[in-house]
């Protein structure tokens, strides 16, 4: 659990800082910030969905098992709604703590929720790093990672505001969640159903880069059943004995 307590610590940090100079840079400033974070999020998604499959065996294969996965689980997570869901969460934190009556102020603040916790917490650093901390007690990935957040939560928090720092509380649950259960994941994901798993996070974070740069809002939390959709995918493949699943 230490990498994911100095993950929290990081966005905190990052939070106040970016609150702090968001409100002394001019509208212009900011959206040109949140532009720049857009297409550094793209670029960051594309090395990671290569990095995720490259030298894996069946590549293309597996990438269009990441394809279907994000279609079933984006049909599945439309008919539970839980990108509704997920921003009744940030609605509800925005009551109980920034209280605020400003519609745009509210609706800022859910996005910066929704939108740091899913770039903090479905990427393979989040995922993989938290497997070391757990495994091996080695948080070296999830110190890099931390490093990172606090920059970007940092960027983020200037344009989207206080939002930004309960993503901690995703972070606790997922990344404290994984580091707990390590040893049970370690045990029932293979090398090819995290490589999938990562590729999948990878795309959602593409996703992302897209709304940041408003290209095209997405309702990315519903894709979330993807990331175990593909992984059980890849265990059926495996078990059927094609090639490089198993």
Do not use: W
């Not at 998604?45 to 995720?52: F, G, P, S």
């Not at 650093?125 to 080695?138: C, K, N, P």
């Not at 990344?175 to 293979?190: D, K, T, V, Y």
């Amino acid at each position: 659990m230490t990498g994911t307590l100095l993950n929290v610590v990081t966005v905190l940090i990052g939070t106040a800082l970016g609150v702090v100079l968001g409100r002394r840079l001019p509208e212009r400033m900011r959206e040109t910030v949140l532009a720049g974070l857009g297409m550094s999020t793209i670029a960051y998604a594309a090395l990671n969905i290569v990095d995720a499959l490259a030298g894996q065996p069946n590549a293309p294969l597996k990438f269009i098992v990441v394809l279907l996965s994000l279609l079933f689980g984006g049909v599945i997570g439309e008919l539970l709604d839980l990108d509704g869901a997920l921003h009744r969460l940030g609605a509800a934190l925005e009551r109980r703590f920034a209280r605020s009556a400003d519609a745009e102020r509210t609706a800022r603040f859910i996005r910066g929720f929704i939108t740091a916790s899913l770039v903090f917490c479905v990427g393979p650093m989040a995922i993989l790093g938290s497997l070391q901390d757990g495994l091996r007690g080695d948080y070296s990935l999830l110190a890099i990672k931390s490093t990172l957040d606090g920059f970007a939560s940092l960027a983020f928090a200037a344009s989207l505001g206080v939002g930004v720092g309960f993503s901690i509380l995703t972070i606790l649950v997922v990344q404290g969640g994984i580091a707990l259960l390590a040893g049970q994941i370690q045990a029932l994901f293979s090398p090819p159903m995290l490589a999938v798993l990562s590729a999948t996070g990878a795309v959602l974070i593409f996703g992302i880069g897209l709304s940041l740069l408003d290209l095209k809002r997405i309702r990315l939390a519903n894709y979330l059943p993807a990331l175990l959709i593909g992984p059980a995918a890849v265990a059926i493949l495996g078990a059927l004995g094609v090639a490089g699943f198993a």
